[in-house]
């Protein structure tokens, strides 16, 4: 779950992981003289050590540490401005279920060092395409599974009991609202994937209102996985990208003619009807009507405008990565891609 307390929005964006290599997508840049400096502060820990003290003491301790990252987890992500923070710390400190996700978490991630340094690497890309890109604070928390990246105006948080691992007890214990083809994406290794993807959205390429067409979704879509090739290692599968299974993954690359040719089949490039629309760019685990026996992979129409735009930056050269995220000419993209897959 992606929530941006800037806009006071949730948006509900599940990708997956799994062990596939992806396609070398082009020479990085030497970005050796760019340093993010990321360090990934662990609130969690913190918040768990102040169980055992006074929780006035321990709630002003990490209002003056954490600010307004503090403010939003207290009241938005763990509780609600009707309950002062004391009153919310102590119910959270009372529940047997905080303390066990807080000993699972602990187990799984005993350090983030891993994790700081791909998120410094991938931070040298977006710096060395973006200069000026503003760096946040990144903060590591437990919310109950009620947020995995949140964005504010100086922060984003990693969600650490979203990233356990899909065999987690918790995932089996709360599948009636988090359905097994969403959790069993809920790893350590999708944890930069997902930063940079709510960072790309939220932060450099905020969704335009008027671009309503189904075309306009998947070039839009398209543009954020393809910004994902270029700042990401080159080793990070395809499909932890996309949210895809290997199966789904291969599913798509065997009948990307077909796929191509029931979007124009039945017009659907243009259409603007928000609920047809969802059925092509939305979480699933199958698209209706295509594919037998529900082996279709979900969101073919963001996976189409992903290979739509890697053929369109094929086809030309010339076309830096700043020029293309800021291209919002939908079908000129089409046309210029020659995009016809058999």
């Not at 760019?34 to 209002?63: A, C, H, M, V, W």
């Amino acid at each position: 779950m992606i929530y941006n307390v800037k806009h006071q929005q949730i948006y509900l964006i599940f990708l997956c992981v799994v062990t596939f290599f992806s396609c070398k997508h082009g020479n990085k840049p030497d970005v050796e003289g760019i340093n993010p400096n990321i360090k990934i502060e662990r609130f969690d820990q913190e918040l768990y050590k102040g169980k055992s003290s006074d929780i006035l003491k321990t709630n002003q301790q990490l209002q003056k540490k954490y600010g307004i990252f503090y403010d939003d987890y207290i009241h938005r992500m763990v509780g609600n401005s009707d309950y002062s923070d004391e009153e919310i710390l102590s119910t959270l400190y009372k529940d047997q279920a905080y303390t066990d996700l807080s000993h699972d978490v602990d187990s799984v991630f005993k350090n983030l060092k891993p994790t700081e340094e791909t998120l410094n690497q991938t931070f040298k890309y977006i710096l060395y395409y973006y200069p000026k890109a503003r760096v946040p604070r990144f903060i590591s928390f437990i919310s109950g599974f009620s947020v995995q990246t949140p964005i504010g105006d100086d922060y984003m948080g990693i969600g650490l009991d979203m990233f356990l691992g899909k065999d987690s007890r918790f995932y089996r214990a709360i599948v009636k609202s988090v359905p097994i083809y969403l959790s069993r994406r809920f790893t350590p290794e999708y944890i930069v994937p997902r930063l940079t993807e709510t960072y790309a959205r939220e932060e450099l390429f905020q969704q335009k209102d008027e671009n309503r067409s189904l075309l306009s979704k998947m070039i839009e879509n398209g543009k954020i996985l393809y910004f994902m090739d270029r700042v990401l290692d080159e080793k990070v599968a395809d499909s932890i990208k996309i949210g895809y299974t290997g199966k789904q993954l291969d599913w798509c690359k065997m009948y990307e003619g077909d796929i191509w040719a029931y979007f124009m089949e039945n017009d659907l490039l243009f259409e603007t009807d928000f609920q047809k629309i969802q059925m092509y760019v939305s979480e699933a685990p199958f698209t209706p009507g295509l594919g037998e026996k529900n082996e279709s992979a979900p969101k073919l129409g963001i996976w189409t405008g992903w290979q739509i735009v890697r053929k369109y930056m094929e086809e030309n050269p010339e076309v830096t990565l700043q020029q293309l995220m800021a291209d919002q000419d939908a079908q000129k993209i089409l046309g210029a891609a020659k995009y016809k897959p058999k």
